[in-house]
């Protein structure tokens, strides 16, 4: 058994022996969280749209609990409002949580957040216009680019593999701009901008209205994986933009990063088995708002590296999987 299967049993044993006590502390006379804001990312992208579904979904379900999307910039502040207090659930990129957790880059202390679900992977996109200078990351020395917003998980991703070529700092950086996705296909269409990053679901309409619009080159990542892995741990994988996506004649590598589904760690546990319930009963219509062809499965649901998985999750697993 490898040690990350070994790590995941004893969490999962830890979970299951801290069940009652979580129960417990969390009776008080005051009855279980019913009402649940969710913090999703800004409208028009995939985590608006998943928290949507999942509220709709929940409230059909008649289980008794009420998802609240909330938009906001994504991953990072999202990660920040579950640990203030101010949501008691968020969507977040793996990497994005694993430095919560750990308490590094954007987080000054870890953050008490823990995981429900690992529901589906994020693909890196690197896009610039076809007929344009730019064919490698190395080329964009000195160029503007569309990083992500400020406090999205793009941004986290973006910041990295400009950092691993050399082009965070130094003498001739790129000059990162903090852009969403609308204001980053907008800025890339008019010129404004070298390159656009973006992290999300095969297709991303957004994107695949500019390369209907736009003859675009789609830059490969996977030769920045390994290091990647080495530096953050394995929250990054290789994938493959599909030939097909986008009008690509041919598969593109690039990097693979987590999305994660997180609450608080003091969320009682009732609310959290129940949602869970109605995620991997609806899980086909829910991905289907985000990226074509994923599927939720246990053993990929469970997979959320150093984020601890929450005491309800753990038994929601173990009671219906064993």
Same mark, same amino acid.
């Given at each position: 058994m490898t040690s990350a299967g070994v790590t995941r049993r004893r969490v999962m044993g830890a979970g299951l022996g801290a069940c009652a006590a979580a129960l417990a502390g969390c009776s008080g006379g005051s009855g279980p969280v019913r009402r649940l804001r969710l913090a999703t990312g800004p409208e028009g992208g995939p985590y608006y749209a998943f928290g949507q579904a999942l509220a709709q979904a929940v409230a059909a379900s008649g289980r008794g609990i009420e998802i609240v999307p909330v938009s906001t910039a994504a991953s990072v502040d999202n990660l920040r409002k579950l640990d203030d207090g101010s949501v008691e659930l968020a969507l977040a990129m793996a990497d994005a949580a694993e430095d919560a957790v750990l308490g590094r880059e954007s987080f000054p202390r870890p953050a008490a957040v823990t995981a429900l679900a690992r529901v589906y992977v994020n693909y890196t996109h690197l896009l610039v216009p076809e007929g344009g200078p730019v064919r490698s990351v190395k080329d964009l020395a000195g160029r503007p680019v569309a990083s992500g917003a400020a406090g999205s998980g793009v941004q986290v991703v973006a910041e990295r593999v400009l950092r691993e070529a050399g082009l965070s700092g130094g003498p001739t950086p790129a000059r990162q701009r903090p852009l969403g996705l609308a204001a980053s296909v907008s800025a890339l269409r008019e010129g404004t901008v070298d390159a656009l990053f973006w992290s999300g679901g095969v297709p991303t309409p957004a994107l695949a209205g500019l390369a209907r619009e736009l003859?675009?080159?789609f830059?490969? @990542?996977?030769?920045? +994986?390994? *290091?990647l892995r080495e530096r953050y741990a394995p929250v990054y994988t290789a994938v493959t933009l599909p030939a097909g996506a986008y009008g690509l004649a041919e598969p593109v590598g690039t990097i693979g990063v987590g999305n994660y589904l997180l609450a608080r760690a003091d969320l009682p546990q009732s609310p959290v088995r129940e949602l869970l319930q109605v995620v991997f009963?609806?899980?086909?219509? @829910?991905?289907?708002? +985000?990226? *074509?062809?994923?599927?939720l499965e246990p053993r990929f649901a469970i997979s959320t590296g150093e984020v601890p998985l929450h005491p309800g999750a753990v038994a929601y697993y173990r009671s219906v999987y064993g």
């Open positions: 003859p675009l080159r830059l490969p @990542l996977d030769g920045c +994986v390994d *290091a009963e609806q899980w086909r219509d @829910l991905l289907r708002e +985000v990226t *074509a062809g994923a599927r």
